[in-house]
């Protein structure tokens, strides 16, 4: 599931569990960096494979979610 998919790759990135992160964590909330942010984004593209545009993500990992869902559909 992509949400899974995605909290595993942040959760990864900023060493915490995974049990921290739900669809309505903001990417404030994790105190993710511009470049986290870059790193993380290439991380999803490779594992979708689509290209993410950070500008039209949104602001929660719920938003991040529905944006890779319908790029792979």
């Known amino acids: 599931m992509t949400i899974d998919k995605i909290k595993e790759v942040l959760a990864d990135h ?3 569990d995974t049990a921290g992160i739900t669809s309505e964590t903001t990417f404030d909330d994790l105190g993710i960096d511009s ?5 993380i984004m290439m991380e ?3 594992e979708f494979g689509i290209e993410i545009s ?3 993500v949104g ?8 944006y890779i869902d ?4």
């Open 35 to 39: 470049l986290e942010t870059v790193e």
């Open 59 to 66: 602001k929660t990992v719920g938003s991040l979610v529905e």
């Open 44 to 46: 999803l593209e490779d």
């Open 54 to 56: 950070v500008a039209d």
């Open 70 to 73: 319908s790029k792979k559909e």
């Open 14 to 16: 900023l060493d915490m």
